[in-house]
């Protein structure tokens, strides 16, 4: 659906995209990740027109997006981090407004006006001036605007940014029923969020593409180790003498947890399941397991290992 080419957008010495190449599958929510200065607002205006590109190519659709952009923009709703509204205008007004000069067709537009207010749930806010409206529905009204047209690909700059609690649980399901029928792009900083509605993610780090996979995809190929958390019945120092000699251990540790059980920690070699050998020498000392959770690591552990040295 896009097809990001060999991208680099340069501001004098400072180079904010780096020779960025991806593509986006239709029918995917995609997570757009990195720090402050990472190239990934600059990235999402040059795939929405908004930015020209130094180097490279983006196809939209198969439009190249600089040779051919009012086709390539036919397939594109962009919600940029602050929407561009007007406040002295209702939300019908403002949408009947943007649909005209987005070349929504004269006679079914009151129709796709009130298709986009249903959608993201602002009906009801329709004749009520922007300017009046909490930051939560203003950025419902930037959504609708968006989804005017029903373009294939939605694009969203940071669409939580500010909102409470509340707004944002509403706005991650809006997210999710838009990705049933929609190619979404979400950039945010919010790393559960990206984790909790996202299909695939990619992140960037001073320019550059530095990781491009699944949630659990990025977790398995940062996981050096294998990680297991255990709650065992037996006094900790016994524990440790009984596991240590397991075969690939990297390091263990246990502590006591409450009466009569301990807590233990081990990590083993990446090809090393070490869980039958565990459970046979816990079982031959008459030490039940009660718990034993594999632990993988978070998005959050991910980021800061790809990115943790880009403080831009």
């Not at 403002?94 to 070349?103: D, I, R, V």
């Not at 694009?155 to 809006?174: A, N």
């Not at 699944?214 to 180790?225: D, H, W």
């Amino acid at each position: 659906m896009i097809e990001v080419k060999d991208l680099v957008k340069q501001y004098g010495s400072f180079r904010a995209v780096d020779h960025l190449s991806f593509t986006v599958e239709k029918g995917q929510i995609y997570g757009f990740l990195g720090p402050n200065g990472a190239g990934k607002s600059t990235t999402m205006n040059i795939i929405t027109g908004y930015l020209s590109a130094t180097e490279g190519t983006v196809l939209i659709d198969g439009h190249d997006i600089f040779l051919e952009p009012e086709e390539a923009k036919r397939h594109i709703g962009y919600l940029p981090e602050i929407p561009p509204l007007y406040p002295d205008m209702n939300p019908q007004e403002y949408l009947k407004f943007a649909g005209e000069l987005k070349g929504v067709p004269r006679k079914g537009l009151p129709g796709e006006v009130e298709r986009v207010m249903a959608l993201t749930g602002i009906t009801h806010m329709r004749l009520r001036l922007i300017k009046n409206l909490s930051k939560g529905y203003r950025q419902r009204v930037g959504f609708a605007c968006a989804l005017l047209g029903d373009p294939e690909v939605i694009i969203l700059d940071e669409p939580t940014v500010g909102l409470d609690p509340r707004q944002i649980i509403d706005i991650r399901e809006l997210i999710k029923s838009l990705g049933k029928g929609h190619t979404v792009i979400l950039s945010s900083h919010i790393l559960s969020e990206v984790s909790a509605v996202c299909d695939h993610i990619l992140i960037l780090s001073k320019g550059k593409l530095v990781a491009s996979d699944t949630p659990e995809g990025l977790g398995r190929r940062m996981q050096r180790t294998n990680v297991y958390d255990m709650l065992v019945q037996g006094e900790p120092g016994l524990l440790r003498e009984l596991l240590k000699g397991i075969q690939g251990l990297r390091a263990i540790t246990t502590a006591p947890h409450e009466s009569g059980f301990a807590a233990v920690h081990l990590e083993t070699d990446e090809d090393t399941d070490p869980r039958a050998q565990v459970f046979r020498l816990l079982a031959g000392a008459d030490c039940p397991i009660m718990e034993l959770q594999s632990a993988a690591m978070s998005l959050e552990d991910v980021f800061l290992e790809l990115t943790g040295r880009d403080r831009s």
